[in-house]
């Protein structure tokens, strides 16, 4: 177990001074790295913990989604640090308010585990032994029986949003260029192009 | 000490070896790989291809490969230079690490994991940021053109071949690539693989391997003739290197993927008894370099994508018609109680 130990603490080690980083480092795209060595440590622990599918999941969606779209929007941002900086102290009230309540919310939760053991066997379904059966199938055997309004009610939330950006994007330009394939096909050399008689010398 | 051995240090040096193992190998094969891609543009446009450094230019990549290490390696002055050298590295420690999971016969692969699947997907779709990094850091309009190009581009393909092998696992009952390949181990030997029945998905996957790769005719994030090399504009000698070696070997993992989840993997192609005398591994690696051959022909024969062209053909196309045959085949499963 000595190596699994190691390795937990190396993991968490990483996340937590990369987890920093991300709000010390001067340059926003350096932030961004260091949220994907965040998100990749917390791959690692799941691995630790023998939860396989969830690691590779947080992998494929995080850092291969989501983390490439806010790379992409930071690079294209072209940020005055020293702007950025001067509002530090205006909101830093705030910032430390919001910090305080998830601080406190997090104690509530690990404190109610620690005063009340049983609490958290009551929202946890019966865990099949890992020998069995993998985590997918375990996870999904939960998902799509026992949480399945919850697992609709998020994709309506997705599903949501998207349109929502959707909508927000949609413009119509009347100006814009616009292939349009089937125009394209449907057009015959009658169509295309027009002959002229043209006699010497007297040009069109 | 003598347990912390056993339990440790014992299975430790098996697993170095064998990643060196496939490591090599994989290196090799890529070198060939790269010669063979020459060699096949090169007829089809009734060329020789390289034939000069060694009989029929077999030596041809070796060479290259001394010419980039020995090339002088160039940081623009305005580059992040951190970022800039960290870039082609990442590129390749992703495309290589991906191989872990990839069984080149039965039984034979480093890590066989239950998510193996997932792993490959996540590490494929991972090697975009060794691009970005790339493109950003160089401070280079051309590369970080390149850069944003590429990072729309492999994240909409990423979208049609995540479905994809959704009906593949459906079918396979599992997320493990072996078991995917044993699962298409029928007495119907090559009618038995999943090409034939996922045949719209097969296409779709080999068509959306190639976008992911950035491989010709979806090679927009280094187009030349509009953005001189793109993401790669700046890049030289070693780090250079190490892009081309990532991408190649990116290519070949693709190849990999369409092997194992549509060819059978390491099955030989008919149910046959001497057929089954030839190592598996023999098989698989025909396979790849069958499908590589067919990479190799699209990138001869197709001329270059217009990037309005390649963004309508992922979410217009490919994505509703590989979402629709994620319904359809579990539709077929369910209703016929094929699933295993």
Not at chain 1, 91 to 102: C, E
Not at chain 2, 196 to 207: C, E, G, K, R, T
Not at chain 2, 276 to 290: E, N, Q, R, S
Request: glycine residues 8%.
């Amino acid at each position: 177990m000595i190596v699994a130990t190691i390795a937990f603490y190396i993991f968490a080690g990483v996340a937590i001074a990369a987890g920093f980083m991300v709000i010390a480092a001067r340059n926003p795209v350096h932030s961004v790295l260091f949220l994907i060595l965040a998100f990749f440590n917390a791959a690692g622990l799941f691995v630790l913990m023998g939860a396989e599918f969830l690691a590779m999941i947080l992998i494929i969606v995080y850092v291969g989604a989501v983390a490439v779209l806010f790379l992409f929007v930071v690079m294209m941002l072209d940020i005055d640090f020293a702007e950025l900086r001067e509002g530090f102290l205006q909101y830093m009230p705030i910032g430390a308010l919001i910090g305080l309540i998830v601080l406190l919310e997090l104690l509530l939760v690990a404190g109610t585990w620690t005063l009340a053991p049983e609490v958290a066997s009551l929202a946890a379904s019966p865990i099949p032994p890992m020998a069995e059966v993998t985590n997918a199938e375990a996870i999904g055997q939960v998902m799509y029986t026992q949480y399945v309004y919850f697992f609709q009610a998020a994709g309506m939330v997705l599903l949501v949003a998207m349109i929502g950006a959707i909508v927000l994007t949609l413009r119509k330009k009347p100006d814009a260029q616009r292939q349009s394939i089937p125009d394209q096909v449907a057009r015959t050399a009658e169509t295309a192009i027009e002959i002229k008689k043209v006699e010497p010398g007297q040009g069109l | 000490m003598a347990e912390l051995w056993t339990t440790y240090g014992f299975p430790l040096f098996i697993i170095v070896g064998q990643s060196l193992g496939v490591l090599v190998g994989l290196l090799l094969f890529t070198a060939y790989i790269l010669y063979a891609d020459r060699k096949i543009f090169a007829a089809v446009q009734m060329r020789r291809g390289p034939n000069v450094v060694g009989p029929w230019g077999l030596l041809q990549s070796f060479a290259d490969l001394t010419k980039f290490l020995f090339k002088e390696a160039i940081i623009p002055s305005s580059a992040n230079k951190g970022i800039f050298l960290l870039a082609p590295v990442i590129t390749a420690t992703l495309a290589l690490s991906a191989w872990a999971v990839i069984p080149f016969d039965d039984g034979w692969v480093v890590a066989d994991l239950n998510v193996g699947l997932l792993y490959v997907l996540a590490f494929s779709s991972l090697g975009v940021y060794g691009i970005m990094m790339g493109g950003w850091a160089s401070n280079s309009k051309y590369s970080f053109m390149g850069a944003l190009r590429c990072a729309a581009q492999m994240v909409s393909y990423e979208v049609s071949l995540g479905f994809i092998v959704v009906s593949v696992l459906m079918t396979a009952g599992s997320l493990n690539l072996s078991d995917i390949v044993r699962a298409q181990d029928t007495s119907a030997g090559l009618f038995g693989w999943y090409w034939l029945i996922h045949f719209p998905a097969f296409v779709i996957f080999f068509i959306s391997a190639i976008a992911e790769t950035n491989r010709p005719p979806f090679d927009l994030p280094e187009a030349e003739s509009e953005l001189v090399a793109g993401y790669a504009t700046e890049y030289s000698s070693t780090p250079f290197l190490l892009f081309f070696l990532g991408e190649f070997v990116a290519i070949n993992l693709m190849a990999a993927m369409v092997t194992i989840l549509f060819l059978g993997g390491w099955l030989p192609p008919f149910d046959w008894g001497p057929l089954h005398a030839v190592p598996g591994v023999i098989w698989f690696v025909l396979k790849v370099c069958f499908v590589f051959f067919l990479f190799a022909m699209v990138r001869a024969y197709v001329p270059r994508y217009r990037y309005d062209q390649l963004m309508r053909l992922g979410w217009k196309v490919f994505l509703p018609l590989s979402l629709g045959w994620v319904v359809v085949t579990a539709g077929v499963l369910v209703a016929f109680d094929l699933a295993p």
